[in-house]
């Protein structure tokens, strides 16, 4: 089995949240720890977070997985985006506390002409300057499209941005299914060789969560157009392989497809039929 649910807004706090995905019928849950231009958070009321805690714990839901602002760039060429994405990921950071045992995940980031090596290293760089051996979170890196400048379209760069840090046994993977198809990983006609070459670069014991998203796409383009669960060039025999997979049992998906409220709670329950011939 594995833990299913899809992107919530926090307007109305963390309890909220996880009340909403209750009804919703799935498990677990990702927010944007900020609002999408990076801006200011409302601050956290403390009983809030225990409440969810208590909530998360009493429903038997799996791990919950906080989004970093899509305008953090750890590898900018400039230096005060950097410098503010840095800022970011120290307080997302700090707030993720107020849930010990989660994840967090987020873009490695696009070079803006650096070069991917160098890329590379300023992400593992910010990483080892925020992330401390007292802090409770595992931090993902999300596997991207590999558009433009983007870093993370292959295993082997997220392996590289793992390697660098001192901090790395912090660090796992978001494994975006549209972004990794997008990328060129055949997850219709190879998942298992994708797997097994997750697996052989960077451990399977890294992956701590699925993005379960389709792709407008074909395999390669590295577009990054999530599409509806079997609406798109994954479609949705292939999706259902992904999730029934027995290497990703266990861990928390997420939808990030187009969708209302209505269309989520139609895919999680197409998900959960699935769940029942396991
Ligand atoms: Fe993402
Ligand atoms: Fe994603
Ligand atoms: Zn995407």
New binding site residues.
Partial sequence: MIHIGCHLSITDGYLAMGRTMKSFGGDTFAWFTRNPRGGKTKPVVPEDALALNDFLESEGFGPIVA?GSYTMNLCSSKEETRANGLEMLRLDLQRMELFPGNLY?FHPGSHTGLGTAAGISLIADALDRVLTPDMHTTVLL?TMAGKGSEIGGSFEELREIIDRTVCGDKIGV?F?T??TWDAGYDLVNGLDGVLQRFDDIIGLDRLKAV?F?DSKNPCGSRKDR?EKLGQGMIGMEAMRRIATHPALQGLPF?L?TPNDDSGYIEEIHTVLDWMKDL
Avoid: A, L, P, W
Wanted: glycine share 0%; net charge negative; hydrophobic share 10%.
């Fill in positions: 989004h995940n999300e978001c975006d549209c972004h993005h998203n999530h997420i990030e």
